[in-house]
């Protein structure tokens, strides 16, 4: 015992590295590393989900637009159709139906149908 409190082994411990600090230090640096790491795929993680929202957004509402178009575009159409058909019954319908020929054979037709119902 009598180098334990001796010059040269209390210079040595005094001046040597302090290895429990070292440690601490490394331990700090390491926890420091692996939340940094955790942040960043963290913040990658939600600008993935936003990206796949806003994608998905675009979508619904591009399905939205060419729906509502689409419906104006048959609407439009079955106006077109209805005109056109007005039209030709109009102009068609009244010569047609009234003709002779027609009141003949509608009436051979009620006779027909009437007779075998």
Known sequence: MRF????????????????????????????????????????????????AGRVEAAGILGAAQASAAQGQMMGSLGSLVGKVGGQAITTFGSNRFSSPTWTQAKSEADSFFGANL
């Open 4 to 51: 334990a409190g001796s010059a040269p082994i209390t210079d040595f411990l005094d001046k040597s590295i302090n290895m429990g600090a070292v440690a601490q230090k490394a331990a700090e640096q390491r926890s420091a590393l692996k939340n940094a790491g955790t942040e960043l795929a963290g913040e990658v993680g939600a600008a993935g989900i936003e990206g």
